[in-house]
Structures are given as C-alpha cells and as structure tokens.
C-alpha cells in the first residue's frame, strides 16, 4: 500500500523564487504582487505564492514539475475545478463588486475568474485583464469588451453598427453598466433598474415630470437597444414603426412620400419631448 | 518594465509618449465619421504614461492622457500606497456628433431665445419657399454635444477588514441637437424644427464604508445626484406668422399670416436623486450564504411650471399648484441564498422587489392649451395621477455536476408586476402581470480544449387586465410568450487554434393581441477563429448575421412587417516579423445593416405603398507597421481606411423646407434644420508616428 501524501506545509515564496523566477519577477510588477511580496498586511498576503497555489513543500520534495504535489494551477488546460480556483481569489476578493459572485450567473456556469483576468503579470490598465488594450488615434478597443466579446458574440459585434454608444471608441465599457461579479438586478446591472442605469449619465431624463410616458418610465429598453442598432438614436425598431406598436389613431404614417411623420425625425418631428414632460401643455410630449 | 528607468533618489521613473501625423483625404459628411471622436489633419499626440515608483516598493503615481489637446482628449493621475489608499483624478472629453455639415437655421439664437432674422412677407408657398432656401436669412448650424466628466475618487483600506470610498463625479453637457415643435392641433399644424441648446451639469457624489468579517460582511453606500439644467426654458419665434410685425391671434390663420407670434417649451427640469444602499452577506450552516441589500431613495423635481401658452392672445388656463413638487421614492430589497450542503449540488434561491413609489400628488387645471394655438373643446386633462409601478419576483434554481464534465442547471422565476397608469384616454388605469419563467442551462466540458455551453428559457407572461383597443395597445404591457435559447461553443484542438461559435434566439409571441405586435423574433449566429500558426504570426476573424423582424397589425385592413438583417465581419493579423524588433498590424472590419418594412393591405386598401429600404454599410481598416530603431524608440507607419455609406429615406430627401413632401395646406409653414445626419464619407489617413519609452 502507497504510504499516505505528506499534508503539505508552506515554504515562503523565496523557495519558489528559486526555480520560478522569471515567474516572480512578472508578478511583482502587479498591483496584487506589490502587496503580497512588499506589503503584506496579514498572513495570508504574507503566503505571497502560497496564498493561491496553496502550501509548496510535496512540491518541492518531489523535486518540482507541472501539476505536482498537489498545487492548485490555473492555466487553461490544466484541468482544475473552477471552483477550486475561485475559492483562492475568494479568500480576498468577496466583497465590494465581488459581493455577489456566488449568487452570478458567471459563477452558476462555471466560470473562473481566470478566464477574464491574468495574475500573473500586468495586462491592462485596470483590473488585470487576460486581454489588452489597444489606443490608436482612430479607436480605442478597450480590454474589457474584448474580454466579454469572447462569449458575447453578438453583443461584440453590435458594437460595430452604426447606431452605437461609444465603446468602440473606448469612452465607456461594459462595466460602466453591468457588473459581471454579479449584482441583485436584472442582467448584473449596477443599478436597481435599467432606467437607473441610463440615468447614470442621462439624468436629465430622470424627471419626475408631470407627465410621464409610462414605457419610457418604465424600461429604457423597451424603445432603445443600448449594445446597437442599424437604427438611428440605438431604437429597436424604426419610426414610426416603433410607435406604431403601442399607438394608431388619430395618425397613421403611411405614405413615406408626403407624412410629415414620416421623414427626418418622425413621431418626434412633433412629439419630441417624448421622454416626458413637465409643460401643463406637455400631455401629448409637444411642449 | 522593459524600458530603461530613469533613477531619481527613492524613485524610479518610466513612462512613454506617441507623437503621430496624420495626413488625410476625405470625401463626404464629417458628421458621422466624427461622431464621438476627432481625427484633425495635424500632429496628435494620442497617448502618453508617467510612471513613478518608489524603490521601497510601497507606492505609486501613474498619469496616463490620451488625445492630448483634443476634444476627445483624456487624462487620468493614479497614485496611492499599496493596500493603503488608492486616489484617482480623471478627465474625459467626448464629444458626440449629429451633423456638422449641413444644417441651417434661420433664427438668431441666444441662449433659450430664438428669433427669426427676417419673416417671409407674404403667405404664398413660393415665399415662403424663396425666404427659406435664401442663404442670406439662414446660418449654418452645428449639431453636437461635448461631454465633459471629471472625477475624483479615492479607496482608503486602514485594515484588510475595512473599506471606505468616496468619489465625486461631474459631468457637462454643452452643444446643440435638434429638436421640432409644433404649432397648432394635428391636421392644422406646424413644424419648427430648432438647434436645442443644452447646456446641463450634473453633480454625483458616492460615499461607502464597507467591513468584511470572518463570514458576514457589511456595507453602507449612499449616492447623491444633482442636475441642473441651465437653458430649461425656450422661446422661439413661429416662422408661420408673417411678418414685419405680428400680433398674437387665438387661431392660426394661414391666409393671414396670423397665429402664436411665438412658441414657448419646457425643457428637462433641473431635479435631484438620492439613494441609500445597505448590502449585508453572512456565512450560515449547511454551508449556506445569505446575500441581502436594501435600498431607498428619493427623486425630486420641483421646477416652476411654465404658463401653458405663450400667446398673449389666449386667456391662461389655471393650475392646482404652481410646480410638480415630484416625489418618486424608488425601493429595491433583495435576498438571495446559496447553499452547498450537498457535494456537487448548488441551490440558489432568491426574492427581490423594486418599486417606482410615485408620491407626486395629483395636478388639476380649469382647462388646457394645445401648442399656443386656442379654440373650442381643447379640454385634454383636467387631473393627472402620477405613473408608478411595482415588481416582486421570486426565483430558485438547481445546478447540479453530473460528471466533471457536465453540469445541468434548471432555473424558474416568478414576477408579478402591478402598473397604476394614468388614465388618460382609455380603461388601462392599473394594468397588473405576472410572468412565470423556466429552464435548463447545461455545460459541457469533456475535454480540456472542448467547451459548450446551452441554456433555453421559455416564459409565460399574463395580463388578464389588458386588453388591446385602438388607442393605446402598449406590447410591453400585454400577455407574452417568450423563448430564449442561447449556444455557445469554444474548440481549442491545439494551443495554436481555436474555434468559437454562438447562436442567440429570443422569439416573443403576443397572442391575445389583436391589433397591434403579434409577434418579434430575433436570432443571430456567430462563428470565429483564431490561428497562431507561428510563434511570431496571429490570424483572427469573426462573422456575426444578426436578424430581426416583427410583425404587427395596424388594424383588421394593414398588416406591417419589417425586418433588419446586419451582417458583421472582422479579420486580421498580427505579426512579429524581426523579434521585438520589427512588427505589424493588419485588420479590417465590415458591418452591413439592411432594415427595411413591408405592408400587406387587404381589401380595397391601396394607401400603404411599399416603403423603400434603408442601408448602411460601414468598413474600417487599419495597416500599422511599427519598427523599434532602438530598445525605447520605435516608429509607426501606418494606414487607417474608414467608409460609411447610408440610404435612409427619412434624412436622404431633408431640406430647410419641405415645402414638396409636407404638403397639406396647414403645413407649408413647416422648416427643418436640413439635418441629413447619416452622411456617407470615405475617409484614407496615413500616419507616421515615433514612440518612445523612457
């Protein structure tokens, strides 16, 4: 009968350093690796190394190699649990915009946190992306919807249309919307609603108004499809179209050659303060 | 850090500046190829780093900028001591774009007054044409905002226990867009179409605190937001009152040239937010985790109503009070469990409930004005109830791991909304649904390089209030059936070659609506690859179609349908020819829309012509060489190709004066900015650029 492994105990990251240098020396250049190797503040952060892959001593008495003595690895093909991963990033990062991680759906499909983030050396500005940043003078592809684009395929390329926010050109990204720790919303949005959510940066839309157009006040989502359109103004469905789904009488757009609510803006060419009114004669969103 | 740092005592110093040409050609409209950027003809300076640390290996200072001295331009100082305190500044500039090409406006603007440089003379279309399309009574306008957000935000960790946060954050918003106003009831009307001038601030502040203890962890966050708008208020000149003189007149005449000398409009109201926000977790047993937040918060709004007409010709109308006073005391509570109890089984449970509590009372008036024009029976409202909404939902869902390499997730969901809408002209005053959801998610992995991933959802979504008649037939009130299905795919057979795939479907069936959407379908397939055949070579490419179409039926005679179809396509490569020494860019991306509409009319219907399509095709390319001349220099040649071609029948034929579409008599006073904001353009920009590090 095999004698039973040795419980491992740890050895301090300068034994690690030995063989894993190069290793090191990356991750030293890390936020993480500025506080773990130079700025511990507690035991575990002192563990440095070991703080991740868990105690190296059967490691290094089998005299090293990939995958020995029961180290816990995160590279792609080594065939560790995700949620054995987790659980080390866990030990540190569970509150904040983590809080909710174990309630995602990232974390209910078995994702590891390695699959968006790197350790092990610096990547991108913020948050330590497994892809980079790219800055031209033309665009701006921000490592963050590329990180997402690798499983949102169709939200990456509705960011190529020509009716689209400006995260092409690097001046928002996903996270200024959803968090993909997790959140208690709808669609891990940082905030409470999706109009919330808009108000972010809409707030002159936020009213109250005297009166509120009840789709509008409801879901911004139920005229505007924020990823992209092929529509102007990111509509879901052209004008008067769009409208035309909740409203007929007294008008009706037939004719695109001579309506007035036809070309150029559309519904709104008269009903332009659509997103509500605070006008005593706003009821129909014309003043 | 692969540059050379400069030593300087207990720092060190590292950093790296681009400084690039751009020489350019270009046909077209600026307009949409500057749509949230700026790309001038000059030397750019599109990034720039300083990093210092110090040696002690305890702190640091970086300051990035971007788009140096352009209005697209950002910056951001980071520094802070490690585990310690972070502090950041930035500033970002984005601009956004409608159309600097070609619009027109004949009227003199002057913050939230807008008068005409000169009245056509006479009511005829012909003058009233010749008057327009002079360029001597109209000037060019430019259509864009220019956002401009700063922010401060600072993280202090005195112990790995404790955080506290504080960030401020401002953002304004200056330019002009346009907008249109009416004149005069529907069938009498029309149309002045103006550059709104926005000028907004908005003050944001966030304070938190937050403790993570042994399994439980507390935190405390409040949210403030102050908007002010500084133009709420415009009044503009009717183009259709001739001039020289006018006086203001009860009904609007066009043989005369007589109605409202003026109209008046009520811009968004300055308001405010609030928001506190209490996130509790805590570890139970059974291996249970509790996650709960409460919040509750204030919007409030409190602007002077306006008068409801301008028109010194029309007695006003009196008000129950002289503002909203609006009250909306948004609430959102949330409580979630996780157990794991049992070995590969994971539980969630969840309830959450949002509310929109409108506590705005009521406004009465004696009577209502419609557009500064007067008459008989205009009596719209006399009381407006404010509009609120609330949702409670409640869902669990199972997951559970087969096999390692399978696992098997069933979710189901219940939503029960309850809705008290105005009534304003028809019987949905509370419109109450409830919503059931269920359905498996699975994913696979049996092998190490081979990931699936499957989920499908089908929802049945009640409405047993609702009923669709002709005024109002609000598809996101009525009763649903929806599908959702989702695949993804990742092959990685080698570590030089991988594959991705994905197809996402949403189908929504409306089938107690008789007039109005029947249904809406929506699927999009998407493959990709990418392929390191070589250690210094990388091939990329991505295919996207993306269809969606709807259905709906204007009444038992007009049946409309429409469709848009975009097909998205990227491809490219990057190469390291010499090692570190020589290296090159190529990529290309393609997106075409096609969004078109169709009418089936039965009967004698013969008024609903076929509606033309609309097209927009987009295509970038970017060549970029860059060769290091040294190990901290290193120049870029490149070649960056952009087009934009748009059919758009809405914008193709928009003149100052649509005098040969707006053809009923009581619109030929009708004008426009002449805003053709979707123009096509070919852009070619060469760039030659050095980068150095230091």
């Known amino acids: 009968e095999a004698p039973a492994p040795k419980e491992a105990a740890y050895v301090g990251n300068e034994v690690c350093k030995a063989c894993h240098g190069p290793q090191v020396e990356k991750f030293s250049q890390t936020m993480m690796g500025k506080i773990f190797l130079f700025n511990a503040r507690n035991q575990l952060e002192k563990q440095a190394c070991e703080s991740c892959h868990g105690p190296g001593s059967n490691h290094v008495a089998a005299g090293g190699g990939r995958g020995v003595g029961g180290l816990i690895t995160f590279r792609k093909d080594s065939g560790e649990a995700a949620k054995v991963q987790n659980e080390a990033c866990l030990q540190c990062h569970q509150r904040g915009i983590q809080t909710y991680w174990d309630a995602s759906p990232h974390a209910g499909r078995g994702m590891a946190c390695v699959n968006c983030h790197t350790v092990m050396e610096k990547t991108s500005d913020r948050f330590q992306l497994s892809k980079v940043d790219d800055k031209t003078p033309f665009f701006n592809k921000r490592a963050q919807t590329e990180v997402c684009g690798q499983c949102h395929l169709q939200r990456k390329a509705q960011l190529m249309r020509s009716s689209h926010m400006p995260l092409r050109e690097g001046k928002i990204t996903c996270s200024d919307c959803h968090n993909p720790h997790g959140s208690p919303n709808p669609s891990q949005l940082k905030q409470a609603s999706v109009n919330e959510n808009c108000y972010t940066c809409h707030a002159e839309r936020r009213g109250p108004f005297l009166f509120e157009h009840p789709s509008v006040s409801e879901n911004c989502s139920n005229c505007h499809e924020p990823h992209g359109t092929v529509n102007d103004r990111l509509l879901k469905v052209r004008m008067p179209r769009l409208c035309t789904e909740c409203h007929s009488p007294p008008h009706r757009a037939n004719d695109p050659a001579n309506n007035v609510g036809f070309f150029n803006r559309s519904c709104t060419n008269c009903h332009s303060q659509i997103h509500g009114s605070n006008h005593p004669a706003g009821m129909f969103f014309q003043r | ?694």
């Open chain 2, 1 to 694: 850090r692969t540059s050379a740092e400069i030593d300087a005592g207990d720092y060190t110093i590292s950093g790296s500046a681009e400084v690039d040409g751009l020489p350019r050609g270009f046909q077209g409209n600026k307009s949409k190829f500057e749509e949230y950027r700026v790309i001038p003809e000059s030397v750019v300076v599109p990034q720039l780093q300083l990093l210092i640390g110090s040696k002690k290996q305890d702190s640091y200072f970086n300051f990035d900028a971007g788009n140096v001295g352009r209005n697209d331009q950002n910056y951001r100082l980071r520094f802070g001591r490690y585990g310690l305190f972070d502090v950041e500044l930035e500033w970002d500039q984005i601009p956004h774009v409608f159309n600097i090409d070609n619009a027109r406006t004949p009227y003199v603007m002057n913050g939230g007054t807008y008068t005409l440089r000169s009245r056509p003379t006479a009511d005829d279309a012909g003058t009233f044409s010749s008057w327009i399309n002079n360029p001597a009574n109209t000037r060019a306008v430019d259509l864009e905002l220019l956002n401009k957000v700063g922010k401060v935000s600072i993280r202090y960790t005195p112990t790995p226990g404790w955080s506290f946060t504080a960030k401020y954050w401002s953002q304004d918003t200056e330019g002009k867009r346009a907008i249109a106003f009416p004149f005069g009831a529907a069938g009498n009307s029309h149309i002045a179409e103006l550059a709104e001038p926005i000028d907004y601030q908005t003050h944001n502040i966030e304070l938190g605190g937050e403790y993570a203890g042994q399994g439980w962890s507390l935190a405390l966050k409040y949210n403030g937001s102050l908007f002010h708008n500084s133009i709420s208020t415009l009044v503009f000149d009717n183009p259709a009152a001739i001039g020289p003189g006018c006086v203001d007149a009860v009904d609007i005449n066009y043989g005369l040239g007589q109605g409202p000398c003026r109209g008046r409009v009520d811009l968004y109201p300055s308001n405010q937010a609030h928001t506190v926000t209490l996130t509790g977790t805590a570890s139970l047993p059974l291996m249970t985790k509790f996650l709960g937040t409460v919040s509750y918060g204030w919007r409030l709004q409190d602007d002077s109503f306006l008068p409801f007409t301008i028109n010194s010709a029309i007695a006003q109308p009196t008000l129950s009070r002289n503002s909203l006073n609006g009250d909306i005391r948004p609430t959102m509570v949330n409580v979630t469990l996780v157990n794991n109890f049992i070995n590969k089984l994971n539980l969630k449970a969840y309830y959450r409930f949002y509310e929109l509590d409108n506590r705005t009372k009521p406004v009465s008036t004696s009577d209502t004005v419609l557009n500064d024009q007067g008459g008989p029976g205009d009596h719209f409202w006399t009381t407006i109830h404010p509009y609120q909404y609330s949702k409670n939902s409640a869902g669990a869902s199972a997951s559970y791991n087969f096999t390692q390499w399978l696992t098997g997730k069933f979710n189901v969901s219940l939503d029960r909304t309850h809705r008290s809408i105005p009534d304003i002209a028809g019987p949905n005053g509370a419109m109450n649904a409830s919503e059931i959801k269920v359905g498996p998610t699975f994913d696979i992995k049996p092998l190490s390089w081979l990931l699936f991933r499957a989920s499908y959802q089908h929802s049945w979504r009640d409405a047993p209030g609702y009923h669709a008649d002709d005024d109002r037939k609000m598809f996101f009130l009525a009763q649903r059936e929806q599908d959702k299905a989702s695949l993804f795919a990742d092959i990685s057979p080698w570590q030089t070659l991988s594959f991705h795939a994905g197809f996402d479907l949403i189908s929504d069936n409306f089938p107690s609506t008789d007039i109005g959407v029947h249904n809406a379908r929506n699927y999009s397939p998407s493959i990709g690859v990418l392929y390191t055949p070589l250690e210094w070579l990388k091939l990329f490419a991505d295919y996207d179609f993306d269809w969606y179409s709807w259905n709906q039926d204007y009444d038992t005679d007009r049946h409309y349908r429409g469709e848009d179809r975009v097909h998205t396509f990227s491809v490219g490569s990057e190469m390291d020819l010499i090692k570190d020494v020589l290296g090159f860019r190529i990529q290309y991306g393609f997106s075409q829309g096609l969004s078109q509409i169709g009418n089936r009319l039965d009967g004698a219907r013969v008024d609903d012509p076929k509606w033309p399509n609309n097209t927009s095709t987009w295509q970038e390319l970017l060549a970029r060489l860059e060769y290091r001349v040294h190990k901290n220099v290193a120049v870029q040649l490149g070649y960056y190709f952009n087009r934009y071609q748009s059919k758009d029948y809405g914008v193709d034929i928009m003149k100052l004066w649509m005098g040969d579409m707006d053809t009923s008599p009581g619109q030929i006073r009708s004008i426009y900015l002449g805003d053709q904001f979707k123009g096509s353009y070919t852009a070619h920009v060469g760039f030659v650029g050095v980068k150095l590090k230091f």
